[in-house]
């Protein structure tokens, strides 16, 4: 890729890992009021169902967003210049 394209490319693997973390948190909060809440009755385990799923979401966004894309350096570009 050369030019705009590279970064729009970065830009969305930035995005997706954003995403995936932003997906973790939520989970990760839904478990915790899961647990927290586990007393109430089955919302609480519904809670921690949804939110082990959303992590596990997160987890394969934020993958997806790091191993995407790499970075390959051009040595011929640099003595070009």
């Known amino acids: ?4 394209d590279a970064v729009l490319a970065l830009l969305q693997d930035i995005k997706d890992i ?4 932003a997906l973790l948190i ?3 909060v839904l ?6 809440l586990a007393n109430t009755g089955a919302t609480a385990g519904i809670a921690g169902i949804i939110g082990i799923c959303i992590c596990i979401y997160g987890i ?3 993958h997806e967003g790091h191993r995407h894309h ?3 350096e ?3 570009a640099e003595s070009k210049n």
Do not use: T
């Open 18 to 21: 954003l995403y995936g973390i």
């Open 1 to 4: 890729m050369k030019g705009n």
């Open 26 to 28: 939520m989970g990760g």
């Open 31 to 36: 478990c915790v009021a899961g647990i927290l």
């Open 60 to 62: 394969a966004r934020a």
């Open 74 to 76: 051009n040595p011929d």
């Open 70 to 72: 790499e970075v390959v």
